[in-house]
């Protein structure tokens, strides 16, 4: 593995996928949909060139690059945490009474089948 060469080889697959995102409206780069294609090429092109220079993929070589190109075009795409509500109070209410009154009711089937295990 030619790390050395592999490290010269790499920047030309970020240049060709900074151009690509030239053509893509900055607001819409956390959109993956909007630039799947360019992407896919960017990595096929990291992928390529460690193989040409007999390295594996991926390797911490094109990781770090990898990651140099997300902090470069995606640093802003963070996601947006959910707000979790409760259930209005009757579907909790039922959520809860459901369980306790089957827990009930099969305590109460083994109660009455063991009083009557003497007929069974």
């Known amino acids: 593995c030619n790390e050395s060469l592999m490290l010269e080889k790499l920047p030309a697959?970020?240049?060709?996928?900074?151009?690509?995102?030239?053509k893509v409206d900055s607001k819409k780069?956390?959109?993956?949909?909007?630039?799947?294609?360019?992407?896919?090429?960017?990595t096929q092109c990291t992928e390529r060139e460690a193989n040409n220079v007999s390295c594996?993929?991926?390797?911490?070589?094109t990781?770090?690059?990898?990651?140099g190109i997300h902090k470069q075009f995606f640093s802003n795409c963070t996601s947006e945490k959910l707000h979790w509500?409760?259930?209005p109070d009757e579907i909790l209410i039922t959520l809860i009474l459901?369980?306790?009154?089957?827990?009930?009711a099969m305590i109460t089937l083994v109660v009455w089948c063991s009083?009557?295990?003497d007929i069974l």
């Open 85 to 87: 509500e409760d259930p």
């Open 115 to 117: 009083k009557r295990s």
């Open 98 to 104: 459901i369980p306790v009154l089957l827990t009930c």
């Open 13 to 22: 697959c970020g240049k060709s996928f900074e151009e690509m995102m030239k």
């Open 29 to 42: 780069w956390c959109n993956l949909t909007e630039f799947i294609t360019y992407y896919d090429n960017f």
């Open 63 to 67: 990781e770090g690059f990898i990651t």
């Open 56 to 61: 594996f993929w991926p390797n911490r070589f």
